[in-house]
């Protein structure tokens, strides 16, 4: 799992509705609302006097949906808003749950939240990353060790490939194709790699090709690396410990090759990473249990001194009477509101 927080959220409360569930007439697919109100979210966002507006963001998977039970997402997403909102009740703020599943089957929790103290009005930040990011790492940590979910800090998931060249847009990963488009791809590369039209389409040509040689086995030590290189009818020039430069006879200028894979000894390193990585499973969750507690109770203080002294208004005094109108005294049937859901925070905490 990974927590994403989107800069986006000084526009009306469609915006983010409209991305979450879809347009009126064509709802998307894959979305189901978890906890909240649409509506209510909606027009608090559109209310709210203050410059940002709300806060979104998703907690993302690359587990498929169907391995949560309803439970165990009602656990993390109660956990999550504790470790935003510590110190607050739950009727001091807003916020709404929409799961996605519409990207591979894999979940995705997303959240939308106003930026408004309910009982007050008061500009509520639910996150600011100088202040909270490394509390709600640590909350993402002891999730993923929790519950055994995939863990993005894994050696074993650094990417292979450096996926900026400069500061060009990310390159085409190099899918596992059908064979056919697979063998029209590599042709693609091929005629790419010996006819470049420049650096960045020869590097993106080269990278692709390697990940293609990753995926089949081909590569497993700089040796192979070297080798493969030389076999596109490239030269290598210059090798360092975090890269390798090759000429080719068409550019001027050496190219420079970046990436775990170009790295000086890579296999065995990653074998290292990982076995460190394992080793020092137990005292990094004890780590992260350690930094979330204290951020917890710093964030709890921070609340308290800007909204302790708010209290919740009383109940209204209201004397009931028998009054029956002309609507109802033509229909029997009584129309009873449905209460809202209510938060709960009985379950287990990291």
Request: hydrophobic content about 30%.
């Amino acid at each position: 799992m990974i927590v994403k927080f989107f800069r986006r959220g000084q526009g009306s409360g469609a915006g983010p509705l409209n991305y979450l569930l879809g347009g009126k007439d064509t709802p998307r697919e894959g979305a189901k609302v978890l906890y909240g109100d649409p509506r209510l979210t909606e027009q608090l966002i559109n209310t709210t006097p203050f410059k940002q507006k709300y806060k979104s963001g998703v907690l993302s998977f690359t587990e498929d949906a169907t391995q949560f039970t309803d439970e165990q997402k009602k656990d993390i997403m109660q956990r999550f808003e504790e470790t935003l909102f510590v110190g607050l009740e739950p009727d001091q703020y807003d916020i709404l749950w929409v799961e996605h599943t519409d990207k591979g089957g894999r979940l995705e929790l997303n959240f939308v939240i106003p930026c408004q103290e309910l009982r007050s009005g008061k500009r509520l930040q639910p996150f600011y990353a100088g202040a909270d990011l490394v509390r709600v790492n640590a909350f993402k940590n002891i999730i993923n060790q929790e519950y055994g979910l995939t863990d993005p800090n894994d050696p074993e998931r650094k990417r292979l490939i450096n996926p900026y060249v400069n500061n060009a847009p990310r390159p085409t990963p190099y899918d596992r194709p059908p064979k056919s488009k697979e063998k029209e791809q590599e042709k693609e590369d091929n005629e790419i790699i010996a006819n470049p039209e420049s650096t960045f389409a020869l590097k993106e040509a080269i990278d692709r090709r390697m990940r293609h040689s990753l995926a089949e086995g081909s590569l497993n030590n700089r040796s192979s690396v070297r080798y493969a290189l030389e076999g596109m009818g490239l030269t290598i020039k210059r090798a360092t410990k975090s890269s390798i430069s090759v000429a080719h006879p068409k550019m001027k200028r050496n190219v420079r090759l970046k990436g775990t894979v170009y790295e000086e000894g890579f296999q065995a390193l990653a074998e290292e990473r990982q076995q460190d990585y394992e080793r020092v499973s137990e005292s990094r969750g004890n780590r992260d249990l350690r930094t979330w507690t204290k951020g917890m109770e710093i964030k709890k203080a921070y609340h308290q001194e800007l909204y302790g002294d708010i209290k919740a208004p009383e109940p209204l005094d209201l004397e009931i009477k028998d009054v029956v109108s002309m609507e109802q005294s033509q229909d029997a049937t009584p129309r009873v509101d449905t209460p809202a859901p209510q938060r709960s925070y009985n379950g287990p905490r990291p």
